[in-house]
């Protein structure tokens, strides 16, 4: 129909335009650096060039210049700056698989968002430690995560939290859960922030677990279909297509488990 024409044709500009101010930015941060050698406002451009870096998936760009920033003299950036850098670097690395690279990364940038109290960011850090462990077969200890004081404060919170997922999930027994018990306390801290697309994404993540770890694919869609809820409401178009392709394939496994226990 016509609508459907003008609503694609609509998308279509939309997304070139967005292509083209991604490239401007990326001449703009390659010039601030390599150019101008201004590296305070390389880093800020850098730092707000990170999601689309993981989004379109030029995880070696973006690292190369947030090492190449890294580099620099640290007592150039602030210590929230250089917290996401670090943490920049952490999740690049994280989704290269390096967890030689990744891990240090990871933890320097809780220590400083937990310095600078960025609940926000420490949770957002937490949720990337957890893809690491995943991507790596690891669960881990989370004992290390209580020296920071963000963390602890969570885990307090959580303590006395009774809502159904809350519930549902299971008490937050920190080493018997491991990689599961991080991402409820990054839940927990993404919901006192008021963090809508990390809440989604949290809940996402914990619904895979249930699956992976617990072989539990009625958790798995309970917690997927949360995650859904506010996908939609905040239009989180890539969170909502990948948790409807997770419900797809939380639906096949539990096929897989009912027959196993036939």
Known sequence: TGTSQNFASSQLMWHRQGEIEKENLRRALRWTIEEAHDLVTGARLAIAMMRSWIDG???KEGRHWFETILRA??????VRTRAHLIFGLGFLATLQRDAAAAEPALMRALAAFDTCSDVDAFAEALSVMTLLRR?????GSVQEFLAFRTFRDAVAADAADDTFE??????????????KALLRIALRSFRDTGNRRGEATA????????VE???DAETG????????????????ERTLAGTYTLLSEIAALGNKFDDAVR
């Open 57 to 59: 998936g030029r995880w």
């Open 73 to 78: 003299d640290q007592n150039l950036f602030d």
């Open 135 to 139: 991507f790596l077969r690891q669960t």
């Open 166 to 179: 809350s519930r549902r999930i299971g008490p937050a027994d920190l080493e018997r859960q491991g990689s």
């Open 203 to 210: 809940l996402q993540n914990l619904a895979v677990l249930a």
């Open 213 to 215: 770890n617990d072989r």
């Open 221 to 236: 869609t309970l917690l997927a279909e949360l995650a859904i809820e506010i996908a939609r409401e905040t239009r989180r």
